[in-house]
């Protein structure tokens, strides 16, 4: 018999194998969930670019590394370079 479950019920059918599912089948629901999570788009790029979380947490390490080293550029800085384009 071939059924097509609604979100609801396989929510429920889900809660009922991790209700009762041993260590090893948690972790590997949990490593399941933690691997969609980071896939998830959480933003767009100014250019309309999807970006997933995982890629946005690269881009935030990666700033703060450049801030950390001084690679900055102050405001006024950046307007002084801007009014020369």
């Given amino acids: 018999m071939n059924i097509i479950m609604g979100a609801l ?29 980071e896939e998830e788009i959480v933003t767009f790029s100014v250019d309309g670019k999807a970006i997933t ?7 935030l390490a990666s700033a ?8 900055i550029i102050s405001q006024d800085d950046l307007e002084k370079e801007a009014g020369n384009w």
């Avoid at 979380?53 to 881009?59: G, I, N, P, S, V």
Wanted: net charge negative; aromatic share 6%.
């Fill in 53 to 59: 979380r995982m890629a946005y947490k690269t881009e």
């Fill in 64 to 71: 703060k590394l450049e801030i950390k080293n001084g690679e």
């Fill in 9 to 37: 019920e396989v929510r429920d059918s889900v809660l009922e194998y991790i209700n009762t599912a041993d260590e090893r089948l948690l972790k590997v629901v949990k490593a399941v969930i933690e691997s969609y999570q």
